[in-house]
């Protein structure tokens, strides 16, 4: 591969995180919960790109950044006041940004009359900013304290589009400076390369600061220039080092002359014992020039201590572990049936084998997992966009965001948690006036939490808005022809008509919604990644979206257990306990569903092997081994099975990538005896008991 190009993809892979700090930034610069650090840290991300695109060659990026930037540095400065039409202005230029590192990434294009525009607009708050530029203030008398900077660009300086107007302008934050240019080495025209660079500015600061403080500004350029700082402030008569000293204006410093190099000087002095005590620490403001480089430089290694990986590798890794998995079980079987004893030298360093595979897994799914930070971060600017185009006033409040969870989960999950968002906005929030005739606070709130539970991550959205319409939807169900007429629903199944393919309660189509292609996205999406949407709507008082998924779609931690001969995978965080059932504690219900006495109350019973078509005979519950297992919506039920095997870590293989989707069925995997066993869908399970459950209820309240 071209060294060239790795080092190209590494920029753009750079750029993602700087444009994802540069929207966090900006969105709290909204909130008007930003501080200054917020603000630099924004200018910082589209400085770091404008730097890294010079490198490259990619001039439109390059200019565009240059205005940004520019801007971004008025409103550090306090030149440019953050009005909203401002901040307007700043995040659609990030969009705009974005598109640019997007179209030089893929060899495209940009609406060059979009950028434009946005130019022309930053001109105009540039020029006719309200708030006009600090008038310098007066030079200090001579006792202030004083620097002498020496500052000498290098020509690669200028080719990663760095400026030295810039470096003074943030000089001058730390006090008043007095800048000369040296042009003494510049050549004759002839002579001088386009290219090149020839100039030095010698600064005198005027500021009570630190020579760190100096080096900082040059953080970004200290590898190309030549830059010496040294202190200006005269000594006093029979000073010595650490003496305090009062200027006219009030400053006060510790005094430490500047070092001074002679001739003789640089033949280091013979050396010196050690002693046997520790020298007394230099403060870093004292440290000279050498040594604050070689700390800095040291500090960075130690907060550097991360490298990018390509995500094939991590992919190709993990599925080699999963191989090691299952050959571990397979070897573990081998040893089982040649029945040689636990207590032997072959059980035993198997048994280290089986726990040094658990640890390596362990550490490679880790590698994998991520926070949904980077998925929570896109959405306060969609619910500004979206309440923007409805005229609806929402706030955004996210909880969890550090939860982690498989990298290809967070891939996946934008587009739900995207369509999801919009929907509550647009469906679930009424109008300012309408929330307060109805007693509510104009502006609605939509919640995104995220939580692990029962060894899966669970995302909520919820809103505090009117509900859903059930009426509505049964009506315009009934129009669509999605159901008859004289159908009897329950209100979960009425609110689950809105996953239905081509369904929308919208009057009108808009760029929101209106065109009935968003739920049933949504379900087919969270379906995809094994998981499950459920929805919770309390008319008047809002709606909660539910969506549960895998933590990981490569391995998980499952109870084996033998159903009619069939082998089946129980996920372990689904089961509550284990039982012996006794016929005293089993009572029939209707003659099809049984019910167990379990603590107080009463939980159905389900036959696994009837239930997945294995056998059409009942297993009596008294001869069978029982699991009280629970749903993702606390909904429990009893398993019935002939007998458990034991606890597992198995691989998860897709079963509707390599056959077809059955209910009741999430996935499937490979024991150690090769074998394929299938893991079963607690919840689908759970639910399609409830259900029976409640129909059979209603028949004999019907009968009765």
């Known amino acids: 591969m071209d060294p060239m190009a790795a080092i190209r993809e590494t920029f753009f892979q750079e750029c993602e995180e700087q444009l994802a700090a540069l929207e966090a930034g900006l969105i709290l610069m909204e909130s008007g919960a930003a501080e200054a650090e917020t603000v630099n840290a924004v200018f910082r991300a589209v400085h770091s790109i404008k730097g890294g695109a010079g490198i490259f060659a990619l001039d439109a990026l390059v200019r565009f950044a240059h205005v940004f930037e520019t801007a ?30 997007r179209a030089a990434r893929e060899n495209g294009t940009v609406d060059e009359a979009r950028t434009a525009a946005l130019v022309v607009e930053f001109t105009q708050i540039s020029t006719h900013g309200h708030e006009q530029p600090p008038t310098p203030a007066p030079a200090p008398p001579a006792a202030s304290p004083a620097w002498h900077i020496s500052f000498t660009p290098a020509a690669s300086l200028y080719a990663k589009a760095n400026e030295t107007a810039l470096l003074l302008r943030e000089l001058r934050r730390l006090g008043p400076i007095e800048a000369t240019l040296d042009s003494s080495r510049l050549p004759e025209l002839s002579e001088l390369d386009p290219e090149g660079a020839y100039l030095t500015w010698n600064i005198t600061l005027a500021a009570d600061c630190t020579e760190l403080a100096i080096r900082n500004v040059f953080e970004f350029v200290e590898d190309d220039c030549q830059l010496t700082i040294t202190s200006a402030t005269p000594p006093e008569p029979g000073l010595k080092p650490g003496d305090v000293i009062t200027g006219d204006n009030g400053f006060s410093f510790e005094f ?28 870093l403001a004292r440290q000279n020039p050498v040594e604050t480089m070689a700390a800095k430089a040291e500090s960075a290694a130690a907060v550097s201590a991360t490298i990018r990986v390509d995500l094939d590798r991590v992919d190709r890794m993990i599925d080699l572990v999963g191989e090691l998995v299952i050959n571990e079980a397979m070897l573990s079987q081998r040893v089982l049936e040649a029945g040689i004893a636990r207590a032997s030298g072959v059980a035993m360093a198997l048994e280290e084998l089986e726990h040094l595979t658990r640890e390596i897994q362990d550490s490679v799914m880790a590698i994998r997992a991520q ?34 969870v498989d990298k290809t989960v967070i891939e996946r999950i934008a587009d739900p948690l995207t369509h999801m968002i919009r929907n509550a906005i647009d469906h679930g929030l009424e109008s300012p006036e309408k929330r307060i005739a109805a007693g509510k606070p104009a502006e609605g709130l939509v919640r995104l939490t995220a939580l692990h539970r029962s060894g899966r991550i669970v995302l909520e959205v919820s809103d505090d808005g009117a509900g859903i319409n059930r009426a509505r939807v049964k009506e315009k169900a009934i129009a669509n022809g999605l159901i008859a007429p004289d159908a009897a629903l329950t209100d979960d199944e009425i609110d689950n008509l809105i996953f239905l393919p081509g369904f929308s309660t919208a009057s009108t189509v808009s760029d929101i919604s209106g065109r009935g292609v968003g739920m049933d996205v949504v379900r087919q999406s969270v379906v995809a990644l094994g998981g499950r949407i459920s929805i919770s709507s309390r008319p008047g008082q809002g709606s909660t979206f539910t969506l549960s998924l895998p933590l990981t779609l490569a391995v998980l931690d499952g109870m084996v257990i033998s159903a009619r001969g069939h082998t089946l995978i129980i996920p372990l965080g689904a089961i509550v306990e284990t039982l012996k059932p006794k016929a005293a504690d089993v009572f029939p219900l209707d003659g099809e569903i049984n019910l167990i006495h379990l603590r107080g109350g009463y939980v159905p019973m389900v036959d696994i092997a009837a239930s997945l078509g294995y056998c059409d005979e009942l297993i009596e519950p008294n001869q069978s081994v029982a699991l009280l297992v629970e749903g993702e919506s606390g909904m429990r039920a009893v398993l019935l ?44 399970v759970v639910k399609t008991t409830r259900s029976e459950l409640n129909r059979s209820e209603s028949s004999l309240l019907e009968a009765r």
């Open 72 to 101: 971004l540095d008025q409103v550090r400065s306090g030149t440019l006041a953050t009005t909203q039409a401002v901040l307007n202005l700043l995040l659609r230029a990030a969009d705009a940004l974005a598109d640019l590192v």
């Open 256 to 283: 430490f002359p500047p070092p001074v190099f002679d001739e003789e000087e640089a033949v280091p002095p013979p050396p010196v014992e050690p002693e046997h005590h520790e020298p007394p620490a230099t403060p």
């Open 371 to 404: 926070p949904v930070r980077s998925v929570f971060q896109r959405m306060p600017r969609l619910v500004r966009e979206v309440a923007a185009q409805t005229g609806k006033q929402a706030r955004l409040v996210t909880e969890g965001e550090g939860t982690e």
């Open 641 to 684: 099975a002939d007998a458990i095997h034991g606890q597992r870590q198995v691989v998860i293989k897709s079963l509707e990538a390599n056959y077809r989707a059955i209910p009741g069925i999430a996935a499937s995997t490979v024991m150690g005896d090769g074998s394929v066993a299938l893991i079963l869908d607690v919840d689908a």
